[in-house]
């Protein structure tokens, strides 16, 4: 199977999401006053799952244009993470494993990095497709912001996901086109995005 590419227009276009996501996380995080500086938790350990070919492409855009060198140091840290976190959901337990992008603390494809990557941490609303209205409420930090600052929690600003995620969502409409309901859906983690390669195309039969 041939890889699937993200054309150029898309990967405009999912850079251009991304960065709305970022400006939404910086405004909310900066009227509430939350900062990672000098938090003692780093939640590039937390166990994410990812559901998006459009964003698997657009990383694996990212890994092509890594050095040899740091692009086996990462596939070896993604194998043992896969490896790991398996015989952790075996046993019942939730994965706390770092990813294997981090190196020192930080994102080596920051760029790159996934929408949950870019909206955790801050209060958030989203209205679902079938009209439910959820809230999160943030990372632990936020939360005690927030309890110190706010009356209540519903006080505080939250990012507003629900365009940003149907942006996303239709963006990955337009690069599955017909193929959608014909690839199989997915639930990666990052380090079984980088394990297994960049995402693979079917052939379609266009009689
Ligand atoms: S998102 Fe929250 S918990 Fe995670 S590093 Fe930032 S402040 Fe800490
Ligand atoms: S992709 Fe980057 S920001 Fe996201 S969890 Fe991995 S290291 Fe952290």
């Known amino acids: 199977m041939k890889e699937l590419f993200l054309p150029p227009e898309l990967s405009c276009e999912i850079g251009e999401i991304y960065d709305s996501m970022a400006a939404a996380y910086d405004e909310v995080a900066q009227d509430i006053g939350l900062t990672c500086e000098g938090c003692p938790d780093n939640c590039c350990d937390s166990y994410f799952l990812h559901h998006t070919y459009c964003e698997w492409a657009y990383l694996w855009e990212g890994i092509r244009a890594l050095d040899d060198d740091r692009l086996d140091r990462i596939m ?33 494809l920051y760029g790159h990095r996934l929408m949950i990557c ?3 941490g801050v209060p958030a609303a989203l209205i679902r497709p079938d ?22 929690e519903t006080d505080a600003p939250a990012m507003n996901r629900t365009i940003l995620f149907q942006r996303l969502a239709q963006l990955e409409s337009r690069l599955l086109g017909n193929r959608r309901g014909l690839l199989p859906k997915i639930k990666l983690t990052i380090a079984e995005m980088i394990v297994g390669g960049p995402p693979r195309d079917i052939k379609i039969n266009q009689d």
Do not use: D, K
Not at 143 to 149: D, F, K, N, R, S
């Open 118 to 120: 870019r909206t955790h």
């Open 76 to 108: 070896q840290r993604a194998r043992e993470y896969v490896t790991r976190s398996r015989l952790l959901i075996a046993r019942g337990e939730r994965p706390q494993l770092m990813c294997p992008l981090n190196e020192a603390g930080l994102c080596v």
């Open 131 to 152: 009209g439910q209205h959820l809230r999160f409420p943030g990372c632990f930090r936020c939360q005690e912001v927030v309890a110190a600052t706010y009356g209540t």
